[in-house]
C-alpha cells in the first residue's frame, strides 16, 4: 500500500520540474516538501534545478536585451 504523501526520487523530481513550469497542488507540494526533508540527494538535485531555471532566466534576459559581447 502506498502511502498518500509518499513519493520516490523519480516522482519527487518529476514534481520539481514540474513545478517549474506551473503551480503544483497542495498535496503534491507537501508530498514534495515532506520527501526533501527525508531524502539525502533529492536536496541537492533540487538545488541543481533551481540554479538551471536561474541561469536559463538571466540568459534569456541578456538575449532579449540585445547585447552583444565585446569584441
Not at 513545478?19 to 515532506?34: H, I, S, T, V
Request: aromatic fraction near 6%; charge should be positive.
Amino acid at each position: 500500500m502506498k502511502l498518500p504523501l509518499r513519493r520516490t526520487c523519480k516522482e519527487a523530481a518529476a514534481l520539481m520540474s514540474q513545478r517549474l513550469d506551473r503551480e503544483l497542488p497542495f498535496a503534491d507540494r507537501l508530498a514534495l516538501r515532506l520527501h526533501l526533508i527525508a531524502c539525502k540527494a533529492c536536496p541537492t538535485f533540487d538545488r541543481q534545478v533551481r540554479l538551471m531555471d536561474e541561469a536559463m532566466g538571466r540568459w534569456r534576459a541578456y538575449a532579449d536585451s540585445g547585447s552583444r559581447p565585446l569584441d
